[in-house]
């Protein structure tokens, strides 16, 4: 599976972007889909997660701003930043793995098989 993560870049604080990952290579609908984001010299940290049933789960900080949504048609998931702070500027990050029931491990990235190469977000002050 490729991943192909875009839609990133510059927005004011407190302003939105949607970000696009695009799959490739597999049977997107199996998977479950993930977003996760890097900051420079900080641990990559998870931001949400969408089973292959519509399951979501979030990050606490981002519950209520973000929307993790997919498009099984398209091979694409998409995550709507509403809201954004600038401490969220990072490389984000799409994900996927196999799909399962129990979406708490959803936010170990460990869990995942794919990655896309990030796409950069940055928040001005």
């Known amino acids: 599976v490729q991943l192909q993560a875009s839609g990133g870049g510059l927005v004011q604080a407190g302003g939105s972007l949607r970000l696009s990952c695009a799959a490739s290579?597999?049977?997107?609908?199996?998977?479950?889909m993930g977003w996760f984001r890097q900051s420079t010299g900080k641990e990559r940290q998870f931001v949400a997660a969408?089973?292959?049933?519509?399951?979501?789960k979030y990050a606490d900080s981002v519950k209520g701003r973000f929307t993790i949504s997919r498009d099984n048609a398209k091979s694409t998931v998409y995550l709507q930043m509403n809201s954004l702070k600038p401490e969220e500027m990072a490389v984000y990050y799409c994900?996927?793995?196999?799909?399962?029931?129990?979406?708490?491990?959803?936010?170990?990235?460990?869990?995942?098989?794919?990655w896309g190469q990030g796409t950069q977000v940055t928040v001005s002050s």
């Open positions: 290579g597999g049977t997107f609908s199996t998977y479950a």
């Open positions: 994900a996927a793995r196999i799909s399962s029931p129990y979406t708490n491990t959803y936010s170990v990235g460990a869990r995942y098989s794919y």
């Open positions: 969408i089973s292959r049933n519509g399951d979501l």
